[in-house]
């Protein structure tokens, strides 16, 4: 393959990496010195930068994506006996949310060239105990919202947006986290913007947005922040929560962030153009298909293996050469956890048979086109 930018770095490369630049440590070390490390006024700044960026109405911050889900599954009421749909490949934490409020996570299988959730497969799997469908917009590409809600209509089922991976993505023209009834994001370090740990979820249901800001705060129908403003001192715990804050350092990053973040899908694009030009002469790989009223925020770059091909063995070649390959996902029912809650192998087949093929390549928005022609290089002799 043709050398575009010169000597190829013989540095690892790894699959996902984020930026800090001098403006986010400048407004880390000013929320440092504000006197509000935590429950100040960042936390509720940061809120609202976020939802305005996506075309939302509230926001709640919280410590992580996985804290965000579980916002979501109590402020939807989640309770025992009911069921939450979700997709086999994603995360444990998109089924984990469910079993936390002593629900039955029923996993469903994924479409064979986007791997997002099936609609054709969930509308199998919906029973009279079925409460909500947690769509997950994998490697940064929508669910497609549409079917769903015409699968729920008059059902009384929610839809959670697990747009952790998806920022900055569309569906016909809406942004993602103006696309299920609550919406969650990640800020882990690889994801499209970071607080270093950290999550958000968002709504336009001021009353679930003020049940989840109680949520993460023990149950607490105040905090530390508006005691002050009142002069008050008393609190009533009204629910068993959890302590899922995000301190105002965190949010402060979070925004300086946040202001990079369309720069950063736009890059993200650009390379999974790229990868999508070198890899089209490879036979032995097949990127994810993005579909035609959808745009791709592109957190992973996903690519199934020809069948002929050891995914194993390419991945092992793939990190001997420096190249930071991984693999997204096994399905979640195949964890041990899951089986020991009674999952058994068979349930999504077509996810099944995709998580022995795919791999994900490296992806983030300070890669070359350099970068991508060593990736495409090495994955060529990976898999001959």
């Not at 900055?168 to 970071?194: E, M, Q, W």
Request: net charge negative.
């Amino acid at each position: 393959m043709p050398d575009r930018d010169g000597p190829w770095e013989a540095a690892f490369l790894p699959y996902g990496k984020q930026e800090i630049a001098d403006a986010d440590i400048k407004a880390v070390v000013e929320a440092l010195c504000s006197g509000w490390l935590t429950t100040g006024p960042r936390v509720s700044e940061f809120e609202k930068a976020f939802v305005a960026h996506c075309g939302a109405a509230e926001g709640v911050a919280v410590n992580s994506g996985t804290a965000a889900l579980h916002c979501a599954m109590r402020a939807l009421n989640i309770q025992p006996g009911d069921e939450v749909i979700v997709p086999a490949i994603t995360f444990a934490a998109s089924a984990n949310a469910a079993l936390y409020e002593g629900a039955t996570p029923v996993f469903v299988d994924v479409e064979v060239d986007t791997l997002l959730i099936d609609p054709v497969s969930v509308a199998m799997k919906i029973t009279p105990k079925t409460k909500a469908i947690v769509a997950v917009d994998y490697a940064g590409q929508p669910a497609d919202y549409d079917a769903l809600r015409e699968l729920v209509r008059g059902r009384g089922i929610s839809i959670v947006a697990d747009a952790c991976h998806a920022p900055g993505a569309t569906y016909k023209g809406r942004s993602a986290g103006t696309l299920g009834d609550i919406s969650c994001f990640s800020f882990h370090p690889v994801k499209h913007l970071t607080t270093c740990e950290g999550g958000m979820a968002v709504t336009k249901d001021a009353g679930m947005a003020a049940h989840m800001r109680r949520f993460r705060n023990h149950g607490i129908d105040s905090d530390h922040r508006s005691r002050e403003a009142s002069g008050a001192h008393a609190y009533d715990m009204t629910e068993l929560g959890f302590n899922y804050r995000l301190p105002d350092v965190q949010c402060a990053l979070g925004m300086a962030q946040l202001t990079r973040l369309s720069g950063w899908v736009a890059a993200r694009q650009r390379i999974a153009a790229l990868y999508d030009e070198t890899l089209a002469s490879l036979a032995e790989v097949t990127p994810l298909t993005t579909r035609a009223d959808r745009t791709n925020a592109h957190h992973l770059y996903v690519v199934k293996l020809a069948d002929h091909v050891d995914r194993d063995r390419a991945f092992a070649r793939l990190r001997a050469e420096g190249i930071g390959a991984n693999v997204h996902y096994a399905p979640v029912y195949l964890h041990s956890h899951y089986r020991k809650l009674g999952y058994r192998p068979g349930i999504a087949p077509v996810a099944e048979a995709a998580a022995k093929k795919i791999l994900t390549l490296p992806m983030f928005p300070a890669m070359t086109a350099n970068d991508v022609e060593r990736v495409a290089s090495a994955l060529q002799g990976a898999t001959a």
